[in-house]
């Protein structure tokens, strides 16, 4: 539930901004540290971030919207076509949720339960996003397509994280957003790529697979059968940027 949907009325309102620990990117020994009041400007702007997270972020609204929203603002609101929702799940992002009780940590694939809804407890607070050091390697890739190209609200989107080595796929995330009621993990997709050399993908069968996977509706903004055929069209581009074609 949101207080932009009306759909709540509370009696305070806590700004959260101004908490020093709650705002930046650290490097930490395990990988990445993102602060959930992170501006997506920042996101946007990092050259030490995955390529398939800063170009989620730099898809999100106008320059002045991305000054002010956070990335932790984005993942809570969980709307399916959340452009740092798919980059995050497929880099395997681990969730930080603090409370008076103390801290948890939920993997990003299991955060979200349903359009705008996710594990959060009334009482928790998410402070921080980590991506870990081994995800940080490797390429990836990030396409979305809308009905404009500023300000667009996603009708379809995808990420694809890969670790390569000798042009064989050793290892492959891959998710998608705005064609299920969360963001998608292609866990079939992703056991399609592993082991493939580069060269020799199958790029038919890849997207058949990612096509079985997905469950899109109709709605104002798209298609049940345009959704289906930008998809895989996304995933494509997205996947060949992570290999480095």
Request: charged share 20%; proline share 4%; with cysteine.
């Amino acid at each position: 539930m949101t207080l932009a949907d009306g759909l709540i009325a509370p009696e305070r309102l806590v700004d959260i901004s101004a908490i020093p620990s709650l705002r930046g990117i650290r490097v930490t020994a395990r990988g990445i540290s993102i602060g959930a009041t992170t501006s997506i400007a920042e996101i946007a702007s990092r050259a030490n971030l995955p390529a398939c997270l800063v170009q989620g972020a730099r898809a999100i609204g106008s320059p002045q919207i991305r000054t002010l929203a956070t990335i932790g603002g984005n993942a809570c609101n969980a709307s399916p076509c959340g452009d740092t929702l798919a980059p995050l799940v497929a880099l395997a992002a681990v969730f930080v949720l603090a409370s008076a009780a103390g801290t948890r940590e939920v993997p990003a694939e299991e955060f979200f339960l349903g359009p705008k809804k996710t594990v959060l407890r009334t009482e928790e607070l998410l402070v921080e996003i980590r991506i870990g050091a081994e995800h940080l390697r490797g390429g990836s890739g990030f396409r979305m397509i809308g009905k404009r190209n500023g300000q667009a609200i996603s009708q379809a989107n995808a990420a694809v994280w890969l670790d390569l080595e000798a042009g064989v796929i050793r290892e492959a995330r891959a998710a998608v957003g705005s064609v299920a009621p969360v963001p998608l993990r292609l866990r079939k997709t992703e056991e399609l790529l592993r082991g493939k050399a580069r060269n020799a993908l199958d790029m038919g069968k890849v997207l058949e697979s990612v096509d079985s996977e997905i469950a899109p509706i109709s709605d104002i903004r798209a298609t049940v059968e345009y959704r289906r055929l930008v998809t895989g069209s996304l995933f494509g581009e997205a996947l060949h940027e992570a290999l480095g074609n």
